[in-house]
């Protein structure tokens, strides 16, 4: 694979590393800039001496490139600004009045309309960083607009952390934002100003509710306008829960994100416009001039949301390269807008969208060639099927382990959607541009709405013929980091052999193939040697699972014990452990675990007082005289999961604090480890 052997492949990949390292061991800056900048006087020194020391010159770009990924991330680390509100502490201890703008406006949930706000003040002081605001839905209608600037009395509430094992960590999704807090606040608190911040992002909502305005004065049907926002224009948020469901299950979602997909239809739509003008150079000029204004304007009306501006930077730089005629260096054309992104937003790389953006895309140019080669048709029908394959194939080759690892589930009738949404979609993406393009002047005319509404409904229609098939999604599939590096180090060393078959290929692929299955043994062995016991968090509910290896003995009440493979706590939990649960039991008064006695009073009060436990258990909201029990059964540790209401475990704190006894509650603290 030559591409590896790129100089700028591996300032790239050094970048990369940077990033990362800063990413999970935040160093301090001094630190690092005193590092870059010795690198830094090494480098030119070791510059002008070049053709002498072409080595030690390879090793310092790498290392000052390493040095300038670790800054770029801590500079861009909100949190380590002294103005963000994470360091207002008394902000998170007692309410203050706050002023906010309106920056975004994210999906709605059952209770709340959500909005990402920008801090101008805590009290009288200025500050900055990013919140997530939540105001409580009432039957008043919600006026406000992206660039309200707001002012309200409240507290700042932490991120919550996962209060389930092997759950999304949604903290660290929204942390990864930077996005460090969130506000819950009723629109009755809330006293908006009449200035307004007309900056970028309120003209480009702006432009967005206009559209959606002129879309429904056409009588666009409201499901397939939901669909034809998320397609053409990245805005998923009124997309019901079960078109999402039929998208996922067919190995389709990425066509309801703008991603490289769609840019790359728009390019190559617009390429096609301007196929009369020659190949000249002024030709070539004029139509790069015009692919890049056509990209920023559909940036601009997508409402620049990072998936989007990922992409169009991307096939700006593909476009670029494209007018130098630089095709044969088509992965420098990448690796110079990888580093060109990651030097704006280095969190990014964290995203997943931006990681599959990528591997699909280099997957496609190095795997699709290999793959076709494979076999070579006449009939142009079948050419052009088998190409559509290849893509398909490659695309879900580089992205296939970190799908398993991120989402745990694999369409097995990915390639059959793909055959079907690509000559669709083309013209779903031709027909929509020309919509929303009209529908930002004007209503667009009827007979292009219910064609465009048409070809969506069918859309819809085909992937939820291709998700019916239940029984080809394969679901809860156990893959952990081992695998993730395993399974990549075999593929990239497999295709490469397959591209130039010789004898050290051959044994860098038996090498990878010995690796890959190490790692199956390794997990196993790890998931053999480990015993623990869980006791969950779950509203109104008792689960509690004891592991031993992979078996899983679960115990529950009568209720839960017919419905646990439907539950989706168990589930992540399982997956994650690389387990199954082996038998059902209902919940007992006393259990037992390495030797530890635990004790466990439910709803009925009765407990046994001749039996001293290590640990005690409250369950159900048993009435109780909790300093009593105490005193007669001296537990080490007492345990209230959610099945207790919020008010009685608020006593039974102050009851274990006076006590001097550790209470954990699982709805304050999360799930309960015994290992």
Not at 66 to 88: C, D, M, V
Not at 131 to 147: A, C, E, H, M, R
Not at 165 to 181: G, M
Not at 260 to 266: A, N, Q, R, S, T
Request: charged share 15%.
């Amino acid at each position: 694979m030559k591409v590896l052997n790129f100089p700028l492949t591996k300032i790239t990949i050094s970048f990369i590393t940077g990033i990362i390292i800063s990413y999970y061991f935040q160093p301090k800056i001094f630190i690092v800039i005193s590092a870059l900048t010795i690198t830094t006087i090494l480098f030119l020194i070791t510059f002008f001496s070049y053709k002498k020391n072409k080595i030690l010159f390879g090793i310092l770009s790498c290392c000052f490139s390493f040095f300038i990924g670790a800054i770029t991330l801590l500079f861009h680390t909100e949190s380590l600004q002294r103005t963000n509100y994470i360091h207002f502490e008394k902000a998170f201890e007692k309410s203050q009045f706050v002023t906010l703008t309106l920056n975004e406006k994210l999906k709605s949930n059952d209770y709340n309309d959500r909005y990402i706000a920008v801090f101008n003040q805590i009290g009288k002081k200025s500050c900055s960083g990013k919140i997530i605001l939540n105001i409580q839905k009432d039957k008043t209608p919600n006026l406000l607009i992206i660039g309200n600037i707001i002012r309200l009395k409240t507290i700042l509430q932490h991120n919550s952390t996962p209060k389930n094992p092997n759950q999304f960590d949604y903290s660290q999704y929204l942390k990864d934002k930077q996005i460090y807090a969130q506000i819950y606040a009723v629109k009755s608190e809330i006293s908006v100003n009449r200035i307004i911040k007309k900056d970028i992002w309120y003209y480009t909502a702006k432009l967005h509710c206009r559209i959606i305005h002129n879309l429904e004065k056409s009588h666009f049907n409201s499901n397939e306008m939901n669909v034809a926002l998320a397609l053409i224009l990245g805005q998923r948020q009124e997309i019901s829960t079960d078109i999402i469901q039929d998208y996922q299950f067919s190995g389709a979602t990425h066509i309801l994100s703008v991603s490289g997909l769609h840019v790359g239809f728009i390019m190559l739509f617009i390429s096609f416009i301007l196929k009369p003008i020659p190949n000249t150079r002024k030709g070539s000029f004029i139509k790069l001039i015009v692919i890049l204004i056509s990209l920023i304007i559909f940036a601009i009306i997508s409402g620049l949301s990072p998936c989007v501006l990922r992409s169009v930077v991307m096939f700006s730089f593909l476009a670029i390269g494209n007018h130098l005629r630089r095709n044969g260096n088509i992965y420098h054309t990448l690796l110079v807008s990888i580093l060109l992104i990651l030097l704006c937003e280095p969190y990014f790389l964290f995203d997943i969208g931006f990681q599959l953006s990528y591997l699909a895309l280099f997957s496609i140019l190095w795997l699709q060639p290999i793959l076709k080669s494979i076999w070579n048709p006449k009939n142009k029908i079948i050419i052009n099927i088998w190409n559509a394959l290849t893509v398909s194939f490659s695309a879900q080759i580089g992205t296939l382990p970190l799908c398993l690892y991120y989402f745990h589930q694999f369409p097995g009738l990915f390639f059959v959607t793909n055959l079907i949404i690509i000559p669709v979609l083309s013209f779903i993406m031709i027909a929509g541009i020309i919509v929303m393009i009209l529908a930002v002047f004007i209503a667009p005319p009827q007979f292009l709405i219910q064609i465009f509404e048409k070809s969506i409904y069918i859309l819809n229609k085909l992937i939820h013929f291709v998700a019916s098939f239940d029984s080809f999604v394969i679901r809860e599939i156990s893959f952990n980091n081992y695998y993730l590096f395993a399974f990549y180090l075999w593929i990239i060393f497999t295709f490469i052999w397959l591209e130039k078959p010789n004898y050290l290929k051959l044994i860098g692929v038996l090498s990878t193939t010995i690796i890959l299955q190490l790692s199956f043994i390794y997990t196993k062995k790890e998931m053999q040697t480990q015993q623990e016991m869980i006791v969950y968090n779950v509203k109104k509910k008792t689960i509690i699972t004891e592991r031993n290896g992979k078996d899983i003995n679960l115990f529950c009440n009568d209720d839960l014990l017919k419905k646990t493979s439907k539950n989706s706590i168990i589930n992540s939990y399982l997956v994650g452990n690389f387990s199954n649960v082996k038998k059902k039991t209902k919940i007992k008064n006393i259990l037992f675990f390495n030797k530890k006695r635990i004790s466990i009073i439910d709803s009925t009060g009765i407990y046994l007082k001749d039996k001293q436990p290590d640990i005690l258990l409250l369950i159900e909201s048993p009435k109780i005289n909790l300093e009593r029990i105490i005193k007669n059964l001296h537990p080490k540790i007492i345990i209230a999961d959610a099945s207790n209401s919020y008010s009685i475990q608020k006593y039974w704190k102050t009851t274990c604090m006076k006590q001097k006894i550790p209470f954990h509650s699982t709805n304050e603290k999360g799930y309960y480890k015994l290992n």
